[in-house]
């Protein structure tokens, strides 16, 4: 099929995700049709390639087309492709599942299987909920959840979320929840200094607690780094504040490692930044390096326990699952995932690349519409304002992101922006010269949309 075929019928039969369709009728604004990846760079038909500057939507671990993880779902298809997850188990599942908890030093250690993002926050929920009734305290049934936070798009997910943009038309249709603020240090709420702050916004959290600790069953963060709430960043010791509040309310810490975790911050989980660790973790974008949809939710044995009895009425058993629970293709990927991250020793693999993109953001810092510039790990960001002295956001309608977004895939990255935030999320693999390569394409890209007058 030729190039236009392929596009009129995919306008014609897709209705894609987070987009105004008709939007599309618009040539330039035509979905890319992509024929292969390699390493950093992914191809279009037309032979264009493009530095992957996102991870493919921050799943993307080791480049694309990796040979090993290709060869570990070849062989396992010849093997089996699916296993009823009732009644039945397989190897890729208990090899992976020993693996993660070893690697969690056996502090977490219990995983509960499904399929994405969106699904692991939603067994944390209910998990956490349930634990709540079975110690007997059935009236803790609501959660508290950061403004900013994103969890992923299902009903329980979207009423822990705190984007207006995605989640307030649909405020009929969810559960309770209490918002507290969001740890945002370039804008903060308490109008702290990043030098002096002491996680004042926290009193938030404990301002709840003390209204209603009795009716809260846990709070859901994202840790480190609220991402899709436009990459903000705030530092380990608000998980280790957090801790202690969880601890004297008696409430969950739900931390949703779904952005952050295998490794994105450098640590296998975001949360080992800090010194302390949640009751659940749930986990699913660079599980399978970006090759199969799966997710986990992680848990303590204080909780597994208290679901632990006999089976008499059912009352105790924690009744949710998927049809691909524990899908044996993406576990053997997963499986073979941690084993490469391991003979990489990638802690220690990452430690240069963190410090060169650290030295390439310092370009960015004179330029007059550069408001912040963030990094935790291997992610980085750059928050654009009109003006550097008030923090004057851009509009929606100024589309500052989309247009340094296209003058990027004419010089070769894609820099999908996140609001008023340019991002930088690449696969691990990436050499310091090419960190190098595409900072300048950043930088290019964006002085054409917004000249920076100073130099
Ligand atoms: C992406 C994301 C989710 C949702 O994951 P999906 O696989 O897209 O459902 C949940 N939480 C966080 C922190 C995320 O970044």
Redesign the pocket.
Known sequence: MNKKQLLDDDFKYIWRPFTQMKSLENPNNKPIIIKRGRGIYIEDVDGNKYIDAVSSW?VNTLGHSNKRLNKAIYKQAKKIEHVIFAGFTHEPVIKFSKKLVELLNNKLTKVFYSD????A?EVALKMAYQYQVLKGRPQKHKFIALKNS????TIG?VSVGGIDMYHKLYKPLIFDIRQAQSPYCYRCPMNCEKETCNCECLSSVEEILKEEADNIAGIII?PLVQ??GGMIMYPPKYIEKLRVLCDKYNILMID?E??MGFYRTGKLFAYEHSGVVPDII?A??GITAGYMPL?ITVTTDEIYNAFYDDDVDGYKTFYHGHSYTAYPLALAVAYENLKIFKEMNIEEYLKPKIAKFSKELEKFRNHKNVGDIRQTGMICAIELVKDKKTKEPFKYEDGIGKKIYAEGLKLGAILRPMWNCMYFITPYIITEEEIEKLMNIAYEALNKVLPNEET
């Open positions: 921050w994405n993002g969106s699904t926050v994103y969890h992923g798009d997910a994202e991402a899709a949703d779904v952005a749930c699913a974008k997710s």
